[in-house]
């Protein structure tokens, strides 16, 4: 063969090559190289413009009715005073009436008619010497005498008023009584009549 002028790549000239060689053929595809690496993320897109509201939905069911709550207590607060009774009982006490020092002599309280009062029933109440007296006193006339006996509280417990009440029938009346000893001092006496009847 003859010889033939071959460029080389390497030296960016052409070399005279004697007899040269049939080129064969193309060899086989070679592997696919492996992956490149991973791009960076990329940005964020713009947030979306907000949704519409929604329509209210449909109104519950009405509920079912809670239990029946536990009964008051009973009022504290006094009720009205009762009216007056047929026999002229009333509620509230008497005038006060004073009670002077060093009385030996029985001194008048009050008096009430013999013929419409057979039966009576009285609260008293004398105040003297810091002490406080109460008494529920009943009494009973035939128009000739006077009976009665009395259930007495006092606060001290020892009753140091020098009080002492008493009673008897003069014309067409029972008159109550008091007498006091000598302390220097007056008291104050209050009644009230309960009940009267003949």
């Keep these: 063969m003859a010889n033939k002028q071959i460029f080389n790549p390497r030296t960016s000239s052409f070399d005279l090559v004697q007899n ?67 026999s002229g009982g009333s509620i509230a006490p008497s005038a006060p009436i004073t ?10 309280l009050f008096s009430y008619p013999v013929a419409t009062c057979h039966f009576s029933f009285f609260l008293f109440s004398y105040i003297r ?19 009665g006996g009395q259930n007495k509280n006092s606060s001290p417990t020892v009753d140091v008023t020098g009080i002492t009440l008493s009673k008897a029938v003069v014309g067409t009346n029972v008159e109550v009584y008091y007498t006091s000893t000598n302390l220097g001092m007056t008291g104050t006496f209050k009644y009230i009549t309960l009940v009267q009847w003949s």
């Design 20 to 86: 040269p060689a049939t080129i064969g053929p193309t060899g086989a595809t070679g592997p696919a190289g492996s992956s490149g690496p991973k791009g960076d993320t990329g940005l964020v897109g713009p947030t979306g413009s907000q949704g519409l509201v929604g329509a209210i939905g449909p109104k519950g069911d009405t509920g079912i009715q809670g239990p029946k709550g536990d009964t008051g207590a009973d009022s504290v607060i006094p009720g009205p005073t009762g009216a007056t009774g047929s």
């Design 99 to 108: 009670l002077l020092d060093n009385q030996l002599t029985p001194q008048l």
């Design 129 to 147: 010497n810091s002490c406080y007296v109460q008494t529920y006193s009943q009494y009973v006339t035939d128009g000739i005498t006077v009976n």
